[in-house]
């Protein structure tokens, strides 16, 4: 429970009595049983407490073991995905605008003035990942700014730009680290092939077939991503070949050379 934990579940509210009790505290636990008796015994039994303390010690985890707290993650908006140095998609954030219905030609109008105006602003952040300048920057803040507090003749427009508003931190995060993606279509594309499936033959029947689809899909995913034979890493497991590296192994060399 070290200080990313805590301020974890301070950001989700969790009762002040409950977080002076967890402070400082060390706890080595391997089997969800064993957490649940864990909390159990602090006396955290209300399901929401016990869902933040949860998610607070895996963040505390995942710091300890040299996760940086400045850890990059890119999302829909999804509140799930909202932990360490948060990031959202571009794609995702102008089908807010995309998804609206204009009642009449002015809406038409004021809604495709401000997509072009958000286009824009998105080619130029493109352009400055490639060659950041500090001035484009602050160009570049402005011009969304005055995008977002634009006053138009319809209304569910304005409420729309004035949502994205409150997300200029995430949405303009490229600017401050030009080596982000502007979108998360990498993993939109990853999960594609479970999609598929889900659409063909439906859900799994049981946990240990939606564990076993995952995993697989998950190694196979990995393997390609690194230019490896997905049939020769599981002939090296399953017949314990040597040759092909723990996957462990391949990811940590691969974030090791840049």
């Given at each position: 429970?070290n200080t990313?934990?805590i301020e974890y ?12 009790t967890?402070e ?12 649940c008796?864990?909390?159990?015994q ?6 929401r407490h ?9 963040m ?7 996760i940086?707290?400045?850890?990059s ?8 995905f909202n932990?360490?140095?948060?990031a959202?998609c571009?794609i995702?954030a102008?089908?807010v605008i995309n998804r609206l219905?204009?009642l ?5 109008k004021?809604?495709?003035d ?6 824009s ?14 001035e484009?920057?602050?160009?570049i ?11 138009t003749?319809?209304?569910?427009l304005?409420q729309?730009l004035?949502r994205?508003g ?8 490229v600017l ?10 990498l993993s939109?594309?990853d999960?594609?092939d479970?999609?598929?499936?889900r659409?063909?033959?439906g859900s799994?029947r049981?946990?240990a077939g939606r ?8 190694l ?13 890493y599981?002939k090296?497991?399953?017949l314990?070949l040597e ?10 060399a ?5």
């Amino acid at each position: 429970m070290n200080t990313g934990a805590i301020e974890y579940m301070a950001q989700n509210k969790l009762s002040v009595v409950i977080l002076a009790t967890l402070e400082n505290i060390s706890v080595c636990i391997n089997t969800a049983p064993d957490w649940c008796e864990w909390l159990d015994q602090q006396g955290i039994v209300k399901p929401r407490h016990r869902k933040i303390v949860t998610e607070g010690a895996l963040m505390g985890g995942l710091l300890d073991q040299g996760i940086s707290s400045d850890f990059s993650i890119i999302s829909d908006d999804a509140g799930q995905f909202n932990v360490f140095d948060h990031a959202l998609c571009w794609i995702h954030a102008e089908r807010v605008i995309n998804r609206l219905i204009p009642l009449n030609d002015s809406h038409t109008k004021a809604v495709d003035d401000a997509r072009d105006q958000l286009w824009s602003i998105y080619h130029d952040l493109k352009a400055y990942k490639l060659n950041p300048v500090t001035e484009q920057a602050s160009s570049i803040r402005q011009r969304f700014q005055i995008l977002c507090s634009t006053k138009t003749c319809y209304e569910t427009l304005n409420q729309a730009l004035g949502r994205m508003g409150k997300n200029q931190h995430e949405l303009l995060r490229v600017l401050d680290k030009p080596y982000l993606p502007l979108h998360n279509n990498l993993s939109e594309r990853d999960i594609r092939d479970y999609v598929k499936k889900r659409k063909i033959s439906g859900s799994t029947r049981s946990d240990a077939g939606r564990k076993a689809r995952d995993t697989f899909a998950s190694l196979k995913k990995t393997c390609r991503k690194h230019g490896m034979s997905f049939w020769g890493y599981l002939k090296s497991r399953l017949l314990k070949l040597e040759g092909i590296p723990p996957l462990s192994e391949v990811i940590r060399a691969a974030a090791a050379s840049g």
